[in-house]
Antibody, heavy 115, light 112 residues
């Protein structure tokens, strides 16, 4: 069964860091690029970052460049998002999604940035 | 960044009637490889988004054929020929041609 399961969310103080993970099963992880998309409470979807299938290329939305880092471990079928210098504007549900076209999504993990 | 503009933002529909959502991009979505990377997603209440349509008009596996996508260049449309109760939710278009990828604001479909 194809699954994407995010973890690592929680409440974090402004300026601190958090690392999200997405565990994948049911397909050959190393064959696909992977993305992170976020959704602030009551708001629309915002594409955050993408990593190519071999990890050689990364792309980010401007608002997270220099603060967030996407990575993957193809031996462990896991995607990560390292988030540094978090601000209130980063409060959102973070989804991992498969491939350039986001054909499969996880259920998301909630990140709340608050003092 | 490419701005994706959806209309309407709210769409009350009678069960069994058609619905249409427009999505316009601020730049052409025709990629240099000849494809147009325009996607449609459905987000039912309390659920994760689900992709319905890719490359403008190709339906994903398991998507009912009452959903169809069309358009080219900067002007795209998602149509539901007969709305059913399970179609309630928010629909988003997204462009996958330019960096960064960008979504429309979302169109909320509800039953009258």
């Amino acid at each position: 069964q194809v699954q994407l399961v995010e973890s690592g969310g929680g409440v974090v103080q402004p300026g601190r860091s958090l690392r999200l993970s997405c565990a994948v099963s049911g397909f050959i992880f190393s064959n696909y690029a992977m993305c992170w998309v976020r959704q602030a409470p009551g708001k629309g979807l915002e594409w955050v970052a993408l990593i190519s299938k071999d990890g050689s290329n990364e792309y980010y939305v401007d608002s997270v460049k220099g603060r967030f880092s996407i990575s993957r471990d193809n031996s462990d079928n896991t995607l990560h998002l390292q988030m540094n210098t978090l601000g209130a504007e980063d409060t959102a549900v973070y989804y991992c999604a498969r491939d350039w076209g986001l054909d499969l999504w996880g259920r998301g993990t909630l990140v709340t940035v608050s003092s | 960044d490419v701005v994706m503009t959806q209309s309407p933002l709210s769409l009350p529909v009678t069960l069994g009637q058609p619905a249409s959502i427009s999505c316009r991009s601020s730049q052409s979505l025709l990629h240099s490889d000849g494809n147009t990377y325009l996607y449609w997603f459905q987000q039912r209440p309390g659920q994760s988004p689900r992709r319905l349509i890719y490359q403008v008009s190709k339906r994903d596996s398991g998507v009912p054929d009452r959903f169809s996508g069309s358009g080219s260049g900067t002007d795209f449309t998602l149509k539901i020929i007969r709305v059913e109760a399970e179609d309630v939710g928010i629909y988003y278009c997204m462009q996958g041609t330019h960096w960064p990828r960008t979504f429309g604001q979302g169109t909320k479909v509800e039953i009258k």
